[in-house]
């Protein structure tokens, strides 16, 4: 099993920048793929951006984040992270990482183990 703990999110004003962090721990030579999701109110957790190691690596984010959202791995620290900028309203949500063994790394049912959520709130 994988222990994924986050960090960063918080309040920003809209065209501002924050940085989530996802640790990851156990089992994490297992593991080839992160994804990024998130939830806000009263919709279904919807896939933000995620990376694979197989064969190279793959980064592939969705449509409405292409562009102002980065994610980059550090192997030494077992550490993903999401670089937001240029946020917007729209980006306000929980927001979750998770890990497993896929190459569909689009779709949340494919991750074996997710962190505890991180609220991100962007002000207009």
């Known amino acids: 099993q994988v222990q994924l703990v986050q960090s960063g999110g918080g309040l920003v004003q809209a065209g501002g920048s924050l940085r989530l962090s996802c640790t990851a721990s156990?089992?994490?030579?297992?593991?080839?793929?992160m994804g990024w999701f998130r939830q806000a109110p009263g919709k279904d957790r919807e896939f933000v951006g995620g990376?694979?190691?197989?064969?190279?690596?793959?980064?592939t984010y969705a449509d409405s984040v292409k562009g102002r959202f980065t994610i980059s791995r550090d192997n030494a620290k077992n550490t993903v992270y999401l670089q937001m900028n240029t946020l917007k309203p729209d980006d306000t949500a929980v927001y979750y990482c998770?890990?497993?063994?896929?190459?569909?790394?689009?779709?949340?049912?494919?991750?074996?183990?997710w962190g505890q959520g991180t609220q991100v709130t962007v002000s207009s």
């Open positions: 990376m694979h190691w197989i064969g190279g690596t793959t980064t």
């Open positions: 156990g089992r994490t030579f297992s593991i080839y793929a």
């Open positions: 998770a890990s497993g063994r896929t190459t569909h790394i689009t779709r949340s049912g494919e991750y074996d183990d």
